[in-house]
């Protein structure tokens, strides 16, 4: 597998998703911005940037934006719990995202106006990174699929 070296954004939008990678990570330095607590130092020898955000898109965005700007993210990796449309996929399985798109809002919209497009591809170097981690895992309790997310306010 090749090693990318970067610094890793993770997100999560509750306290308990987002405790159970602090609890891996040597905490170098802590901001709080926006309400939230942000996080950068090392997992596992890797450089990361972790922060709360709460539910829902804009939290989500806001915090993005300052894990990128303030603490030197490369890319950003959403973490946590999500509903499941899939026949394939149980509790506890894993969505490695290679598309995202909303479920939420008039998707006409979205090519009549900018952004011009209905979905957004996701980086396929780091979808072939999360995948080829998936594989390496010597003891490995769920299926993975990678495939298309939809995210909205809406559930």
């Given at each position: 597998?090749?090693?990318?070296?970067?610094?890793?954004?993770?997100?999560?939008?509750?306290?308990?998703?987002?405790?159970?990678?602090?609890?891996?990570?040597?905490?170098?330095?802590?901001?709080?911005?926006?309400?939230?607590?942000?996080?950068?130092?090392?997992?596992?020898?890797?450089?990361?940037?972790?922060?709360?955000?709460?539910?829902?898109?804009?939290?989500?965005?806001?915090?993005?934006?300052?894990?990128?700007?303030?603490?030197?993210?490369?890319c950003i990796v959403n973490i946590g719990i999500a509903g499941n449309l899939s026949p394939e996929l149980a509790i506890m399985d894993v969505v490695v995202s290679d598309?995202?798109?909303?479920?939420?809002?008039?998707?006409?919209?979205?090519?009549?106006?900018?952004?011009?497009?209905?979905?957004?591809?996701?980086?396929?170097?780091?979808?072939?990174?999360?995948?080829?981690?998936?594989?390496?895992?010597?003891?490995?309790?769920?299926?993975?699929?990678?495939?298309?997310?939809?995210?909205?306010?809406?559930?």
């Amino acid at each position: 597998m090749e090693v990318i070296y970067m610094t890793w954004g993770i997100i999560g939008a509750l306290d308990t998703e987002v405790r159970l990678i602090l609890e891996h990570m040597a905490v170098e330095e802590t901001m709080e911005a926006m309400g939230s607590t942000f996080y950068k130092g090392k997992i596992h020898g890797q450089n990361a940037a972790l922060v709360c955000c709460g539910i829902g898109k804009i939290n989500a965005a806001v915090c993005a934006d300052v894990i990128i700007r303030e603490m030197g993210a490369d890319c950003i990796v959403n973490i946590g719990i999500a509903g499941n449309l899939s026949p394939e996929l149980a509790i506890m399985d894993v969505v490695v995202s290679d598309e995202v798109q909303f479920h939420d809002i008039s998707l006409d919209l979205y090519e009549t106006f900018y952004p011009f497009r209905r979905s957004f591809a996701a980086n396929s170097a780091l979808v072939k990174s999360c995948t080829e981690a998936i594989e390496r895992l010597p003891v490995r309790s769920y299926r993975y699929k990678v495939g298309k997310v939809v995210t909205g306010d809406a559930f």
